[in-house]
């Protein structure tokens, strides 16, 4: 799927959830599809040098109605975003990267940690089979936090908050549990979170043998691969772009460490 041209859209909306520092932003329509996975980067007008590079940001949805973002205020540039109002201009370019490809002949397991619950927002809520599809989610803020509430009418969903060191080591038990019956060849387990997160996933994915993708949250500055600031290390030791060849890797494509 071929990116589109830099664009500049209109904020519709920009509304925080129900924490400070998680905030919904909704743009007009971009004019163009994408896949689950993959991302655009946004640069307000107004930010003139400062800062100086755009953000990226996972597609939660695209229609006919707008492009909808989801984003947790983590530094300065997002936290200029949050100020964002109704009819100022950003710069979006996109859709980029490589998404997850459901082929629609498996079971699918979708695993979110925290953030990443974003891709996975347009695709349970729009997938023509949603009895297909299971969704294990992990996080640490409250749940009313994230968009969980309306994927789990659709589909088969369990939310586990992690807290403490025993949180933490239930959720890495369910985990093991639930991708055991995803196991060779049996379905696929699309995941996205941070790194410890997929580490986890990575790890037991091997262990059962499932057939796996992961979604990294690596740090970009460009989008388009020429910055190198994004590159992950392949279990030959290649270092390739996350943006261009990802962000969504099958899990024997990219050597995380720790396993």
Request: net charge negative.
């Amino acid at each position: 799927m071929q990116s589109s041209p830099c664009q500049e859209l209109r904020v519709l909306v920009c509304s925080p959830g129900e924490e400070e520092g998680f905030w919904h932003l909704y743009l007009e329509a971009p004019g163009w599809r994408y896949r689950p996975g993959q991302f655009v980067m946004v640069r307000p007008m107004d930010w003139e040098l400062d800062p100086v590079w755009p953000r990226p940001f996972s597609i939660c949805e695209c229609d006919e109605n707008g492009l909808h973002l989801f984003f947790q205020v983590v530094g300065r540039g997002t936290q200029k975003m949050a100020g964002l109002q109704p009819g100022e201009k950003v710069v979006v370019w996109g859709p980029l990267g490589r998404g997850f490809n459901d082929k629609g002949d498996k079971p699918v397991l979708v695993l979110a940690g925290g953030m990443g619950i974003a891709p996975f927002v347009g695709y349970i809520k729009n997938h023509p089979r949603p009895g297909q599809v299971e969704l294990l989610f992990g996080h640490r803020p409250d749940l009313a936090n994230y968009p969980f509430e309306e994927l789990s009418v659709r589909v088969r969903s369990r939310a586990m908050q992690q807290q403490t060191p025993e949180e933490i080591q239930e959720f890495v038990g369910v985990l093991d549990e639930t991708i055991g019956r995803y196991d060779q060849g049996k379905g696929r387990v699309f995941a996205c979170g941070p790194t410890p997160f997929l580490k986890a996933v990575q790890k037991i994915s091997n262990e059962h043998r499932a057939e796996s993708y992961i979604s990294l949250e690596n740090h970009m500055a460009c989008g388009i691969g020429a910055c190198l600031g994004c590159v992950c290390k392949t279990p030959e030791g290649e270092l390739v772009q996350t943006c261009t060849k990802g962000p969504v890797f099958h899990v024997s494509e990219v050597d995380l460490g720790g396993n």
